[in-house]
């Protein structure tokens, strides 16, 4: 029984491991409890987009002013 007394720093690996453990286990529980209460975000609705298109052929006087 004095032999592992005496090993004082194994105990306090064993604890430090212990507690990292413990850590891990709370956080994550933590994450999934915050995950699963979280609202759904809302999509919002994609309004269509209003496109004009304006076609110059060769003979516009539009085309011959910028050539």
Known sequence: MSEWTSLWYIW????TVLLLLLCGVS????RFCCRKKRLPAETFPRHPCDLAVIGIDSD???HSTVT
């Open 60 to 62: 516009s006087t539009a």
């Open 12 to 15: 306090l690996i064993l604890l």
């Open 27 to 30: 956080a994550s529980c933590i």
